[in-house]
């Protein structure tokens, strides 16, 4: 199975879920694991801004350090050439 994209050598993207200020979530897949993933990719326009992608580093190191029932679970988080996800 293969999406339109495949993100960091792993992630094959499909359909987008939703898009924020900042960012889009996708439905995907992990190819290497072989299980249904969101991924949360930053936009071209502040991925080249070093303080968005800072601030979307620490918001995935923050977002990883909890578990609780209603939130996601963060499992990984890169860089793809220019383009952060989570």
Do not use: N
């Amino acid at each position: 199975m293969t999406g339109s994209r495949l993100l960091g050598g792993r992630y094959a993207l499909f359909d987008v879920l939703g898009t924020g200020g900042m960012a889009t979530v996708w439905r995907a897949r992990d190819e290497v694991l072989g299980r249904e993933v969101a991924v949360k990719v930053l936009s071209p326009q502040f991925a080249s801004d070093p303080a968005f992608r800072a601030r979307f580093e620490r918001e995935a190191r923050h977002v990883a350090a909890l578990s609780h029932p209603r939130l996601v679970t963060v499992f990984d988080c890169g860089v793809d050439g220019h383009t952060p996800f989570i």
